[in-house]
């Protein structure tokens, strides 16, 4: 079964043609992060518009990438929620369009399901029950993945995501967006044990997350020091930072994995393609006798190859969409 995934929640316009919702016959996206970065974060209208000019081009390529045409598409399956409105609906209404010209089913998806998804892509034998932890720019959630189609939120962020927190203090630090893959660089030369910043925990029986003291910890630290005219070294402050999400983002994932008696931990979203999370995350889940897993990079920020994954696992559920089908900015997991 051939699915076109298409994805535009955010700052990506992606489109993808997965085999049987596994095997990637190709994977085109288009990246708004230049477009963004002198805004230093997204601007939605000026993700919705880029989003429009580039769709159609970026459907083409998929097909052409995979070399098929629309005629060889047994579904579409399109990204819906959650996400910024107006860029969601590019994506909803393209995959709309397509599935009404070519009378092809349509199938809509949850975004943060597409996240966990990838790591079904990355590793052919992997199958449900496991403990996901889905960290990105707009979510941090702890997921039971039930199977497929069925999934159970252990523990879910209070306030900020992993990659918001990652993406303020880039900026505070004067490093650029997105902040997450430039902190990861930069923490390499740091120690991180030069500041203790706060590992939050909620309430002891709570798997939630807090990534707000953290964030701010880290401001007051940094604005303390300019206001005595101290120096301070960036990388330190940059793997310091890093270290205490990173902590938090692991003890409260192992704990959800023992509390179901899972195996396997794996990572999604554009946090798990930090380098310290994968590891501290495999070298503490071992010592447990738990298995880590995780897509390639390019799998974890935002694609559509994941979207057609899970637009398969739903179609075969028989889950459909139709023309009414309408962006959804805050849907629920
Ligand atoms: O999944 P994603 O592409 O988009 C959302 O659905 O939000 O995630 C983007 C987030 C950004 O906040 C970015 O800074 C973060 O993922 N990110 C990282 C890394 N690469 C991307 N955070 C930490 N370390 C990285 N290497
Ligand atoms: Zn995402």
Redesign the pocket.
């Known amino acids: 079964m051939l699915i076109l995934g298409i994805e535009s929640?955010?700052d990506?316009t992606a489109a993808a043609v997965v085999s049987n919702g596994r095997e990637v016959l190709s994977n085109v996206i288009n990246t708004q992060i230049a477009l963004h970065k002198k805004f230093g974060g997204v601007v939605p209208e000026v993700a919705s518009r880029r989003h429009i000019e580039v769709i159609d081009a970026v459907i083409d390529e998929a097909l052409a990438e995979a070399n098929i045409t629309f005629g060889d598409i047994d579904a579409i399956a399109v990204t819906y929620g959650p996400?910024l409105v107006g860029a969601l609906l590019v994506g909803v209404s393209a995959a709309k369009a397509l599935s009404f010209a070519l009378s092809k089913p349509l199938v809509p998806v949850h975004?943060i399901k597409g996240?966990i998804m990838a790591n079904f892509v990355a590793h052919k034998n992997l199958e449900p029950p496991f403990v996901c932890l889905v960290?990105?720019?707009?979510?941090s959630h702890i997921v039971s993945v039930n199977n497929y189609t069925s999934f159970e939120i252990m523990g879910r962020t209070r306030d900020d995501?992993?990659?918001?927190a990652?993406?303020k203090i880039?900026r505070v630090l004067g490093l650029g967006y997105?902040?997450?893959?430039l902190?990861?660089k930069l923490a390499k030369e740091g120690n991180p044990e030069a500041v203790n910043f706060p590992r939050v925990r909620m309430d002891k029986n709570s798997l939630d997350f807090s990534f707000s003291g953290v964030k701010t910890a880290v401001i007051n630290y940094l604005h303390k020091l300019e206001q005595n005219g101290e120096n301070y070294d960036k990388a330190d402050i940059a793997a310091s930072f890093?270290a205490a999400v990173t902590d938090v983002l692991c003890e409260h994932t192992i704990e959800a994995a023992q509390i179901r008696n899972s195996k396997i931990i794996a990572l999604a979203?554009?946090?798990a393609?930090?380098?310290v999370?994968r590891k501290k995350m495999t070298s503490m889940a071992n010592k447990n006798g738990i298995q880590v897993i995780y897509p390639e990079?390019v799998l974890?920020?935002?694609n559509a190859v994941m979207i057609a994954s899970a637009g398969y696992y739903e179609y075969r559920a028989g889950k459909r969409a139709d023309m009414t089908l309408n962006a959804v900015p805050s849907l629920q997991l």
């Open positions: 929640s955010c990506e996400g975004h996240h960290a990105s720019g707009g979510h995501a992993a990659g918001e990652f993406d880039s997105p902040g997450g893959p902190i990861d890093q979203g554009g946090v393609a930090n380098s999370l990079p974890c920020t935002d």
